[in-house]
């Protein structure tokens, strides 16, 4: 019997985050394990009139490719890749994995290669998004290898995705109606507005935001979601920021991460595990060591570190930074092949000032 729980969470993506309409070209990517999340949404986008398209893939297949493919097979982009990017409607990424480090083995200069080949495919569908040309959404499936990462049994672990998600409650709509109305509350107020600072014992960091626009995360991009951000003024960030929380790419968990900035570039970068991998990322091109977004966690629903970024970017009483691609929508003209998230917990002697202004002091908004 499927989860009552399981066919809201795909209502909810088809109807609130897509916004599906009759011929839409869906395209849905997924890992195996989320066949279930699939099949409903899949099922669900047909109803409403779409077109879907379902590619599944895993991270051990991509670990198989990577580890065998030379320098020209790593730039190789396949025509159903660009055709996707290039003229899809929607594009859904269901999250899953039966192994949540298959690709830490992969030599990283081959991740970054990767990656650097992919890089004029993903400005595309940001800039495709950004005119509102494409629909996007990140889910994640509740499977027991994430449960395992978040130190969870299954069961607990699926209670905690579907109430981050309001699955749990009669109409999650209307949850995600009311997390809006009071995100766009701080957005309205930062609207105009020039310098933040971040002060904290885990922090020490200015940035412009004069000329950029906060984008309200409400669910429609990421699913669940629950934050505020924008893309900072490039040549802006100065300080210093000692990450708090592990950081998770390409099937390495980085953990004691600390950026140090200045003139808008990170010029010194340090890690207490796996500082390599940080560094090969961060030489991935000339974006790559610049911000391309600074958010406020907003979700209170959510206290809990997990090991996955999707939800762990949103916990009520942090922010975080991504280094590299910016959102065009934004206001950001950072490029790369990268957006990696970096998570600081500012819940205890913090603050955030906004010109001069105290906006966000130990975890909660002032104003």
């Given at each position: 019997?499927?989860?009552?729980?399981?066919?809201?969470?795909?209502d909810?993506?088809?109807?609130?985050?897509?916004?599906?309409?009759?011929?839409?070209?869906?395209?849905?990517?997924a890992?195996?394990?989320?066949?279930?999340?699939?099949?409903?949404?899949?099922?669900?986008?047909?109803?409403?009139?779409?077109?879907?398209?379902?590619?599944?893939?895993?991270?051990?297949?991509?670990?198989?490719?990577?580890?065998?493919?030379?320098?020209?097979?790593?730039?190789?982009?396949?025509?159903?890749?660009?055709?996707?990017?290039?003229?899809?409607?929607?594009?859904?990424?269901?999250?899953?994995?039966?192994?949540?480090?298959?690709?830490?083995?992969?030599?990283?200069?081959?991740?970054?290669?990767?990656?650097?080949?992919?890089?004029?495919?993903?400005?595309?569908?940001?800039?495709?998004?950004?005119?509102?040309?494409?629909?996007?959404n990140?889910?994640?499936?509740?499977?027991?290898?994430?449960?395992?990462?978040?130190?969870?049994?299954?069961?607990?672990?699926?209670?905690?995705?579907?109430?981050?998600?309001?699955?749990?409650?009669?109409?999650?709509?209307?949850?995600?109606?009311?997390?809006?109305?009071?995100?766009?509350?701080?957005?309205?107020?930062?609207?105009?507005?020039?310098?933040?600072a971040v002060?904290?014992?885990n922090?020490?960091?200015?940035?412009?935001?004069?000329?950029?626009?906060?984008?309200?995360?409400?669910?429609?991009?990421?699913?669940?979601?629950?934050?505020?951000?924008?893309?900072?003024?490039?040549?802006?960030?100065?300080g210093?920021?000692?990450?708090?929380?592990?950081?998770?790419?390409?099937?390495?968990?980085?953990?004691?991460?600390?950026?140090?900035?200045?003139?808008?570039?990170?010029?010194?970068?340090?890690?207490?595990?796996?500082?390599?991998?940080?560094?090969?990322?961060?030489?991935s091109?000339?974006?790559?060591?610049?911000?391309?977004?600074?958010?406020?966690?907003?979700?209170?629903?959510?206290?809990?570190?997990?090991?996955?970024?999707?939800?762990?970017e949103?916990?009520?009483?942090?922010?975080?930074?991504?280094?590299?691609?910016?959102?065009?929508e934004?206001?950001?003209?950072?490029?790369?092949?990268?957006?990696?998230?970096?998570?600081?917990?500012?819940?205890?002697?913090?603050?955030?000032?906004?010109d001069?202004?105290?906006?966000?002091?130990?975890?909660?908004?002032?104003?």
């Amino acid at each position: 019997m499927t989860d009552p729980r399981l066919k809201k969470l795909a209502d909810l993506l088809v109807h609130y985050s897509l916004g599906i309409q009759p011929g839409d070209w869906v395209w849905i990517r997924a890992d195996p394990v989320s066949e279930p999340l699939v099949r409903e949404v899949a099922a669900g986008a047909a109803r409403a009139g779409g077109n879907p398209t379902v590619l599944m893939t895993s991270d051990a297949v991509t670990e198989a490719i990577l580890r065998e493919s030379g320098p020209e097979q790593l730039a190789w982009i396949s025509p159903v890749e660009r055709a996707l990017i290039e003229q899809a409607d929607c594009r859904l990424n269901i999250l899953g994995t039966s192994n949540t480090r298959a690709l830490t083995s992969l030599d990283p200069e081959k991740q970054k290669m990767y990656g650097q080949a992919r890089r004029g495919l993903l400005d595309t569908w940001m800039q495709r998004s950004a005119r509102k040309e494409a629909r996007w959404n990140v889910v994640q499936y509740p499977c027991p290898a994430f449960a395992q990462e978040a130190d969870m049994s299954l069961g607990a672990y699926e209670d905690f995705v579907y109430a981050a998600c309001f699955c749990d409650k009669d109409d999650p709509v209307a949850a995600w109606d009311s997390l809006h109305a009071s995100q766009q509350r701080i957005v309205d107020w930062l609207k105009g507005k020039k310098q933040v600072a971040v002060k904290s014992p885990n922090a020490d960091l200015t940035l412009s935001v004069e000329g950029r626009t906060f984008i309200n995360s409400d669910g429609r991009n990421n699913m669940p979601s629950g934050e505020v951000f924008t893309g900072p003024v490039e040549d802006s960030a100065s300080g210093w920021v000692q990450f708090t929380y592990p950081a998770i790419h390409g099937g390495r968990e980085v953990e004691g991460v600390r950026l140090e900035f200045k003139d808008g570039k990170v010029v010194k970068a340090t890690a207490e595990k796996n500082e390599a991998y940080l560094l090969s990322q961060l030489d991935s091109d000339d974006g790559a060591r610049t911000l391309g977004e600074f958010a406020i966690g907003t979700n209170y629903g959510i206290q809990r570190f997990t090991k996955s970024i999707l939800f762990d970017e949103k916990i009520g009483g942090t922010f975080h930074m991504a280094v590299g691609a910016g959102y065009p929508e934004t206001g950001s003209v950072n490029k790369s092949a990268i957006h990696w998230d970096f998570i600081c917990d500012l819940r205890q002697d913090s603050e955030i000032t906004v010109d001069g202004e105290l906006l966000y002091k130990d975890g909660a908004f002032v104003i």
